[in-house]
C-alpha cells in the first residue's frame, strides 16, 4: 500500500465520554485508522468515572501490543503490578479458600483436559492438591514473578484505571484524536431515518458525526437516554447491586493476585497496586444496609485512607442491543458484568476491536451490526453464567443472602456445563468463549463440584507412567517457582514508579 490519500472524505466518529471506555476506544481506533477517520472525543471534567476497573485479565496485553504500547511504560504510567489470578475466600464455605489462575494446570491431552488425569491418580494413591500443578497458581501464593521464555506465565495487570485512561489519552491525542470539553445536554436524532445526528453540549456547540460511541457509562445518554434500545436485568441471577470503594496507602509488599473476599451479603475486594492498595465491598442492599456496608470495609481496611468512600450503584445486566442504528455501547453504557472476575475493561477491549473489524467504509450494514450484538451478547451471556457459579455453587447457608444464591433457578446453559463436569469431569469451550476449561475446572472444584467419573483415556497409563507424569509436572512447577525473584523486586526493577 502507499500513502496517498483518498480523495473520499474522512468518516466522522464521535465518542461520548471519557473515562477508561472513552480513551481505550479512542486510542485503538486513532492508532488503527489513522486520518482514515475523523476523531472526536467529548467529555467534561465535571462528570466523574467509576473509575475502580483496576483489576484486569490476560487480554489486556493483547490489547496493548496491538496499539505499540511497551509493556514497561505501561506499567509505570500506571503504577501496576502483576496479577497471576483471584483468591476466593470464603465462598464454597466460610473459612476455604481456592485460586482461579491464568494459565493451564498441568499437561492436557488432545482428548482430556488434565483433570481427568489428576482424578485417576486420586484412586492410585496420589494425594496432591489440582493446584500443585499450576505455575501460576504456585508462584502467585509464593508472591514470585518473572517474565518466562515462550509466554510460560500467564498474566494479567493490577492497575490504576485513572492513570491508565490518561495514559491512552497521550496516544490518542498525538494520534489526532481532537478531545472537546464540555457537558452533552441533549442528543439530536435525524428525523429522516432516525440516527443520531450531533451531539449538542451544555454551551450550545454541536458535534456532528457518522458514527457515535456511547461510553458515557451507567447512564448511557445515547443508548438508552436517545435511542431507548432497553435492558434486561439480571439481577435475580446476580444479585449485588451495590459497591464502595476505598484507595489506601500500602502497608506491605504488593502480591501478584487480587482476593475476593465473601461475607454474608456479597464480598470485598484487595488489589494491591505499586503505590497504594484498592479496596471494596460489594454487597447486596435488600440485605445490607449502604451504611453498615460503609462500617464494614472502613473496619476491615490495612494503611491509611487516600480518598473518600466511592459509592457506586448499580444493575447487572445488558443492553438489548450493543449497536444500534449509527450507535455503538462501550463499556458500562453496553451493560454491566460486576467486577468479580475482572471483565469490565476486557468487555470494553472486545467491543473496541470488534468494531474495529466491522468499522463500515459508508452506510452502516444491518449485517454487521447484527453479527456485532449476536457476538458480544454471547459474550456477555457466558461470562454472566461463569460469575452465577461462583454464587450457586455453594455450601454456605448462613445467610438470607446465600440461601437465596444457593437456591434460585439458574440458566439452562450453566446447568448443563455444571451437570457435565458433575457427571464425567469435561469441559467444553464454545465460540472463542472468554474462559478456558482450566478456568472452569479450578472453580467448580473449589466451590465443591466434584466429578464422579473421568476419562477412560487416563487409565490408559501404567502405574509406573502416571506416577512419572505427575511427579514431573509437580516438579518442574516447584523448580520453577523456586527460581523466581520475589514479584515486588521484579516489579521495581522492571516497572518501578516513582512514588510521590
Not at 496432591?128 to 514473578?145: H, I, N, V, W
Not at 521464555?149 to 485513572?162: E, F, G, I, K
Not at 460489594?282 to 462500617?295: G, I, K
Amino acid at each position: 500500500m502507499n500513502g496517498a490519500k483518498s480523495d473520499k472524505p474522512r468518516r466522522r466518529i464521535v465518542v461520548a465520554g471519557g473515562g477508561t471506555a472513552g480513551w481505550m476506544a479512542a486510542a485503538a481506533l486513532a492508532r488503527t485508522m489513522g486520518e482514515a477517520i475523523e476523531l472526536t472525543l467529548v467529555e467534561s471534567d465535571a462528570i466523574g468515572t467509576v473509575g475502580v476497573g483496576e483489576s484486569t485479565i490476560p487480554p489486556l496485553a493483547t490489547y496493548n501490543r496491538l496499539l505499540g504500547i511497551k509493556e514497561e511504560d505501561f506499567m509505570r504510567a500506571t503504577q501496576a503490578t502483576f496479577k497471576l489470578g483471584i483468591e476466593f475466600e470464603n465462598w464454597k464455605i466460610d473459612g476455604e479458600k481456592y485460586f482461579h489462575s491464568f494459565g493451564t494446570t498441568g499437561r492436557d491431552h488432545w482428548s482430556a483436559g488434565f483433570q481427568h488425569f489428576w482424578m485417576h491418580g486420586l484412586t492410585k494413591g496420589h494425594k496432591e492438591s489440582y493446584d500443585d500443578y499450576c505455575l501460576e497458581l504456585t508462584a502467585a501464593f509464593a508472591g514470585k514473578f518473572a517474565h518466562l521464555p515462550d509466554n510460560r506465565m500467564n498474566y494479567a495487570y493490577q492497575l490504576d484505571s485513572t492513570l491508565y485512561a490518561k495514559f491512552l489519552r497521550k496516544l490518542a491525542e498525538a494520534d489526532g484524536t481532537k478531545r472537546v470539553e464540555g457537558k452533552i445536554t441533549k442528543v439530536d436524532l435525524d428525523a429522516g431515518n432516525g440516527n443520531i445526528a450531533a451531539l449538542v453540549l451544555e454551551s450550545g456547540e454541536r458535534i456532528e458525526g457518522d458514527l457515535f460511541l456511547d461510553c458515557t457509562g451507567f447512564r448511557a445518554l445515547l443508548m438508552e437516554g436517545a435511542l431507548h434500545v432497553g435492558f434486561d436485568d439480571w439481577t435475580h441471577y446476580l444479585p449485588c447491586d451495590a459497591a464502595i470503594a476505598i484507595q489506601t496507602k500500602s502497608v506491605r509488599q504488593p502480591i501478584p493476585y487480587t482476593r475476593a473476599i465473601a461475607h454474608d451479603a456479597g464480598w470485598q475486594w484487595r488489589i494491591p497496586l505499586q503505590h497504594r492498595q484498592g479496596n471494596g465491598i460489594v454487597y447486596c442492599s435488600r440485605y445490607l444496609e449502604r451504611e453498615d456496608a460503609l462500617d464494614r470495609i472502613v473496619s476491615s481496611i490495612e494503611g491509611k485512607p487516600l480518598t473518600e468512600p466511592n459509592f457506586i450503584r448499580f444493575a447487572t445486566g445488558a443492553r438489548r442491543k450493543q449497536w444500534h442504528r449509527n450507535c455503538i455501547a462501550v463499556g458500562l453504557s453496553g451493560g454491566f458484568m460486576e467486577p468479580l472476575e475482572s471483565t469490565s475493561i476486557h468487555l470494553i477491549q472486545r467491543a473496541i476491536l470488534r468494531l474495529i473489524r466491522m468499522l463500515p467504509m459508508a452506510n452502516v450494514s444491518e449485517r454487521d451490526v447484527a453479527e456485532f450484538n449476536d457476538q458480544q451478547m454471547t459474550d456477555m451471556l457466558q461470562i454472566r453464567d461463569f460469575l452465577i457459579l461462583h454464587y450457586n455453587a455453594t455450601d454456605r447457608r448462613d445467610s438470607p443472602f446465600w440461601r437465596q444464591c444457593a437456591d434460585m433457578d439458574i440458566p439452562d446453559s450453566l446447568k448443563q456445563k455444571i451437570e457435565l463436569f458433575r457427571e464425567t469431569g469435561r469441559v467444553f469451550r464454545k465460540n472463542e468463549e472468554l474462559f478456558a476449561e482450566n478456568s472452569w475446572v479450578q472453580v467448580m472444584l473449589g466451590q465443591g463440584i466434584t466429578p464422579s467419573s473421568y476419562h477412560p483415556i487416563a487409565t490408559k497409563l501404567s502405574d509406573e507412567e502416571l506416577a512419572h507424569l505427575l511427579g514431573g509436572l509437580k516438579e518442574s512447577v516447584s523448580k520453577t517457582v523456586a527460581d523466581l525473584p520475589e514479584h515486588h523486586v521484579y516489579v521495581g526493577r522492571y516497572c518501578g514508579a516513582k512514588i510521590r
